[in-house]
């Protein structure tokens, strides 16, 4: 029901910022019905959770590795959801997926995954 691409990965420095984007292309529901978030996964390491929005950006959450340094945001507007990334370190490292799923309310972590799931975008921090 939606299909979700994500952009803006890249090479920094540790230190430095980067804004990922998930662009969304809904077909049955419009974008403002699905939560939305942010995994990434290292490699050698385990999926990880690391922000959610609610369907109307009102509610978002941060795993303990994102807070005080990423900023989860959606423009329904545009169907688009971002990820702010500042103070990057080399553990951010990781391909960083969007994700979705047809509620309002934002992910629960540890409540099943979400149904969709954009290919991933690729994030690499220097020392």
């Known amino acids: 029901q939606v299909q979700l691409v994500e952009s803006g990965g890249g090479l920094v420095q540790a230190g430095g910022s980067l804004r990922l984007s998930c662009a969304a292309t809904t077909h049955t529901f419009s974008f403002d019905n699905f939560a939305m978030g942010w995994f990434r996964q290292a490699p050698g390491k385990e999926r990880e959770f690391v922000a959610t929005t609610s369907a109307s950006g009102n509610s978002v959450y941060y795993a303990d590795i994102a807070k005080g340094r990423f900023t989860i945001s959606r423009d329904n507007a545009k169907n688009t959801m971002f990820l702010q990334m500042n103070s990057l370190k080399p553990d951010d490292t990781a391909v960083y997926y969007c994700?979705?799923?047809?509620?309002?309310?934002?992910?629960?972590?540890?409540?099943?995954?979400?149904?969709?799931w954009g290919q991933g975008t690729q994030v690499i921090v220097s020392s």
């Open positions: 994700a979705a799923d047809l509620s309002s309310r934002p992910f629960v972590v540890g409540d099943g995954d979400p149904n969709y």
